[in-house]
């Protein structure tokens, strides 16, 4: 994934960060603040992911989350 793409969706997955890695506090979210690199590093601190394992998880996360809204806004009818 791009992370100037996920810096910019940031506001939009952030709650649901909270609920894909519940070990993450408000703090550490708002130190996160959409910067890839801090999010991987905060997962590695936090669940003992290797650096590999943590932007693979957030990439998985985020592309699920995309493609979830994608379904809803094809499910949605037209006026």
């Keep these: 994934m791009n992370k100037d793409v996920f810096e910019g969706k940031w506001k939009q997955i952030r709650g ?21 690199d801090v999010l991987v590093g905060l997962l590695q601190q936090k669940y003992g992911y290797t650096h590999q394992r943590a932007a693979d998880e957030i990439d998985k996360r985020v592309t699920q989350y995309e493609a979830g809204l994608k379904e809803k806004k094809a499910a949605t009818p037209t006026k």
């Design 16 to 36: 649901e960060a909270k609920a894909w890695w519940g070990k993450l506090t408000d703090d550490d979210l708002d130190r996160a603040n959409g910067k890839f």
